[in-house]
């Protein structure tokens, strides 16, 4: 007998700058590399290899020059493509897992 499962091999982690609790409780949101590590801790427990391709940043709350700066900023730092999907479009984290991944 066969055995199928889902694994994911990676993800994309979504951030408001503006939003130091979450909604509706006290909790504070960690960091984003909080949030990175902790995905990947858990989703090695089904995928060795899982890792983070991308961050999506809402920037709804921020000038856009105040957005594009932040972007570039979290981008430098995580090493990773950022941007703000509904502002600025999917691109950067689009080409990196096509390229990542050999879907082009």
Not at 69 to 93: C, M, Q, W, Y
């Amino acid at each position: 007998m066969r055995r199928f499962h889902a694994a994911d091999h990676a993800f994309v982690v979504c951030h408001e700058p503006t939003r130091s609790t979450m909604r509706g409780v006290s909790t504070p949101i960690p960091s984003i590399q909080e949030i990175i590590d902790l995905n990947v801790q858990f989703g090695r427990l089904t995928n060795p290899d899982i890792h983070c391709v991308g961050l999506a940043i809402n920037t709804m709350m921020l000038s856009e020059n105040h957005a594009k700066n932040l972007i570039e900023e979290l981008s430098e730092e995580h090493k990773l493509p950022a941007t703000d999907p509904v502002r600025f479009g999917t691109d950067p984290i689009i080409d990196h897992i096509c390229a990542e991944f050999k879907l082009v």
